[in-house]
C-alpha cells in the first residue's frame, strides 16, 4: 500500500509558477512510474506528465517546455515544477503511483490539490 499525499496547490496569477510535491509513505516509491494529472471542472482526468524510475519523463503536449516533473528516491518524493502558468492549467492536480508486478498492475493515488491560475 502506498498513501500519497499532495501540496503546493494554490492561487497564482497567469505567468505565475507553482512547485507541487508528491509524498509518498507505505511503500518506497523508487520502482514505480509516478505521475501528475489534473481534471478541470465538468473535464476528465487527463495526463500531465510521469517519470519512471529510471527518470524518463513524458509530458502532455499542453505542458511541454512549462512543467518539470522530477523525483528524490531518497525523499520518497515527487515533484511537479509549473512554469508560466495559464488560466487553463486550473485543475486539481492529482498524484499517481504504478507499480508493474509479475501479475497485476498496483496503482494509486493522491486526494489531489487545487491550482487555480486567475488575475
Known amino acids: 500500500q502506498v498513501q500519497l499525499v499532495e501540496s503546493g496547490g494554490g492561487l497564482v496569477q497567469p505567468g505565475g509558477s507553482l512547485r507541487l510535491s508528491c509524498a509518498a509513505s507505505?511503500?518506497?516509491?523508487?520502482?514505480?512510474?509516478m505521475g501528475w494529472y489534473r481534471q478541470a471542472p465538468r473535464e476528465q482526468r487527463e495526463l500531465v506528465a510521469t517519470?519512471?524510475?529510471?527518470?524518463?519523463?513524458n509530458y502532455a503536449d499542453s505542458v511541454k517546455g512549462r512543467f518539470t516533473i522530477s523525483r528524490d528516491n531518497a525523499k520518497n518524493t515527487v515533484y511537479l515544477q509549473m512554469n508560466s502558468l495559464q488560466p487553463e492549467d486550473t485543475a486539481v492536480y492529482y498524484c499517481?503511483?504504478?507499480?508493474?508486478?509479475?501479475?497485476?498492475?498496483?496503482?494509486?493515488w493522491g486526494q489531489g490539490t487545487q491550482v487555480t491560475v486567475s488575475s
Open positions: 499517481n503511483a504504478v507499480y508493474y508486478g509479475v501479475s497485476r498492475q498496483y496503482d494509486y
Open positions: 507505505g511503500s518506497l516509491i523508487s520502482n514505480y512510474v
Open positions: 517519470i519512471t524510475s529510471g527518470r524518463s519523463t
